[in-house]
Structure formats: C-alpha cells, structure tokens
Nanobody, 117 residues
C-alpha cells in the first residue's frame, strides 16, 4: 500500500535551516509529481512546494519563495524540502503527498517544524 513517511522536523531558531525528507513506497514514485504541504494550528493545510516527476519544474507558495527548495531523488523514492531563513510563521506540521498543486491519496503522519527563539 502507499506509504509516505516524513522526517527531519524539529525545533530551530529564527533564521535557521532544516531539511525535510519524505520516503515514499507502494507506488511508482518516478511517475508522480510530489508536493509538500503544511498545516499550522487553527489553519487549513496549504501547499508549500511541488515538483514534477522528473524534477524539471517546481512551484512554490509566495511565502516561501527564495527560502525553500524542493528536490527529489527518484532512485531513493524520496522528496526533500530544504528550508532556509526560517521564520516563526513557518511553524507547522509538514506533509508530503502526490500531486503538483492538488494533493491526492492518503497522507502520512507529518513532521513538526517549530521555529522559535
């Protein structure tokens, strides 16, 4: 069955960096666009970044452009999110899923990112 396992979250000070990973299994990873989403307390889940199956195109939410980078390794069935210059407003649970701008399929457990001094 489809499994998405997010990792790499944690507590970081403002201005710091984190690299999230999402290990996928149960489907042909290289055939699907993948995206990262986040959900802050009391807010709806929002798209953060997406990447096409081959990695040739990406898209980002305006709030993270220039700070976050999505990438993927199809040999490892893994999608990454490099987050730099983190801000307190980036605090959320981060999830990955299939799809470029619209998610489909089941969600993983997510990984908590907390940006605080």
């Amino acid at each position: 069955q489809v499994q998405l396992v997010e990792s790499g979250g944690g507590l970081v000070q403002p201005g710091g960096s984190l690299r999230l990973s999402c290990a996928a299994s149960g489907f042909t990873f290289s055939s699907y666009a993948m995206s990262w989403y986040r959900q802050a307390p009391g807010k709806e889940r929002e798209l953060v970044a997406g990447i096409t199956p081959g990695g040739g195109s990406t898209n980002y939410a305006d709030s993270v452009k220039g700070r976050f980078t999505i990438s993927r390794d199809n040999a490892k069935n893994t999608v990454y999110l490099q987050m730099n210059s983190l801000k307190p407003e980036d605090t959320a649970v981060y999830y990955c899923n299939k799809g470029y701008t619209v998610p489909f399929g089941s969600w993983g457990q997510g990984t908590q990112v907390t940006v605080s001094s």
